[in-house]
C-alpha cells in the first residue's frame, strides 16, 4: 500500500461520516466517457456545440435532434457499476458514509447498493410525460427512432438537469446539509468546472479532505491532499 493509499485509509479509519462528491469520472472506469477529457463525450465533432444540445431550449426547438445526441452519448445500456462505486456502498453500509452526492446521471450508484444519494443532474433512469406526468423507463425513451411520446401525445422528457435548468431544491439541501455534516469530504472523478455543484464543496468544514482525480482540476488548490489516478483502482485498495 502506497503513502497516498495508507494516508487516505488513516483518514476514514478515524471519520465515521464521510461524504463522497463525485463526477464522471468516477464511471469512465464503467466505459462510460466523461465530458471534458481528451477522449470526453465534449471534445466529439457536432453540428452544434454539445453543451448547447444538452440545454433546455435546445431540447424545445430540436427535440429530435436532442433525443440522437441523448441517446448515443448520454444513455450507457449494460453500464455496470465498477469497484469506486462499490466501495462507497460498502463504506454506508458499514455505517463511515452518510451520503454519495454524484453530478452523474447513470445511477450505478444506487446499481452498486448505495441508498443515500443526491444525484444533483438527475438521472437517465427516470423519465416523465410533460403532459400527464406519466413515467416511462430508459429503455423506452432511448429505444424510439422518433421523439418519445405518451400515449396522452405528450413528450417525454429525462429527468435530467439540462443547461439553463435549476437543480432540484429538495436534492441540493439535503447534499449541503449532508456535506455540512461531514467529518470527512472526498472530492473525486470531476473537473470542478460546472456550477453550481462545483460550489458545493465550500461547504465542508470538517478536517479530513482529499481530491481523488486523473488530471489536475480548478480547484487544486483548495486541497491540502491530491491522489492523481483512477478512483475505482485507488478506492478498491481500502478497507471499509
Ligand atoms: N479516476 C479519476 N478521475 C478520472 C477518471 C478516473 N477513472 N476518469 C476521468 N477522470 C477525471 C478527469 O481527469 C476529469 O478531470 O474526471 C474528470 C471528469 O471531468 P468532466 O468530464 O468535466 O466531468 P464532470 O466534472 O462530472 O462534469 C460536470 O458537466 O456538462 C456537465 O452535466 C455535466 O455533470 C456534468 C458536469
Known sequence: ????????????DESE????????????????????????????????????IISHSFFVEHTKEFYEFYSKHLYAPGAKPNAAHYKLAELEKVGKLSAVITQNIDGLHTAAGSRNVYELHGSTLRNYCMKCGKSFDVEYVCGCNDIPRCSCGGIIKPDVVLYEESLNDTTVNGALKAIENADMLIVAGTSLTVYPAAGFIRYFKGKNVVLINRDATEMDERFGF??????GEILSQIKA
Open 226 to 231: 491530491i491522489i492523481h489516478g483512477k478512483v
Open 17 to 52: 461520516k464521510i461524504v463522497f462528491f463525485g463526477g464522471a469520472g468516477v464511471s469512465t472506469e464503467s466505459g462510460i466517457p466523461d465530458f471534458r477529457s481528451a477522449d470526453g463525450i465534449y471534445m466529439m465533432d457536432y453540428k452544434y456545440p454539445p453543451e448547447k
Open 1 to 12: 500500500m502506497n503513502n497516498n493509499i495508507e494516508k487516505l485509509q488513516k483518514m476514514i
